[in-house]
């Protein structure tokens, strides 16, 4: 019974700091940039949609995220405010984001507290997977894990199953500050 005991508590100590490296290895970052890529999966596993381009995070919240393949968008957060870009339909969309209606990328930015409250959050040797204590999320899990030095892969489910994949590769030499977020000129 004892050994049983503390194989669990073995099992726990090392499962929780691979949680702790995790959520570490991001909150040391005050930034990230770099180029991903995206899948969009069924629930039955069928690859829908792909896309690639670049993106940018600062914290504690500006979010910027480029799709350069197959169409042209461009997303860019500040505060509580959402600029969407579609150069190839010619428009432009502004709106408010309240703190329930994040995207995964922004909640990965927000503090450790903040994550603790909205998230049953567990983990595995893979990673972390975090599932919102409330429906107003809009997903259901968000699992992340960091690979090789720059890379990070998070995965995205909705409640119909539908997989979100991002591949994201940092890329340590983009220094970026708040002007790296301004809206560009849109000649339409």
Do not use: C
């Amino acid at each position: 019974m004892r050994r049983i005991f503390i194989s669990a508590l073995i099992v726990l100590l090392n499962s929780s700091a691979v949680f702790a490296d995790v959520l570490s290895d991001l909150a040391e970052r005050n930034s990230i940039a770099g180029h991903f890529t995206q899948r969009v999966m069924s629930a039955d596993g069928i690859a829908l949609d792909s896309a690639r381009g670049r993106f940018r995070l600062l914290r504690p919240d500006y979010f910027w995220w480029q799709i350069e393949s197959p169409e042209r968008q461009l997303l860019i957060s500040v505060g509580n405010k959402l600029t969407q870009i579609d150069w190839d339909l010619e428009v432009v969309v502004e709106r408010e984001i309240t703190q329930e209606a994040r995207s995964a990328l922004q909640w990965l930015l927000a503090p450790r507290s903040e994550l603790e409250g909205a998230f049953e959050i567990e983990h595995s040797d893979a990673g972390v997977v975090l599932t919102p204590l409330s429906n107003a999320a809009g997903f259901s899990s968000i699992a992340l894990s960091h690979q090789d030095g720059e890379a990070w892969a998070l995965s995205l489910t909705d409640y119909a199953g539908q997989v979100l994949e991002f591949s994201l590769f940092e890329d340590p030499e983009i220094a970026i500050d708040a002007t790296a977020f301004e809206v560009p000129e849109i000649p339409f």
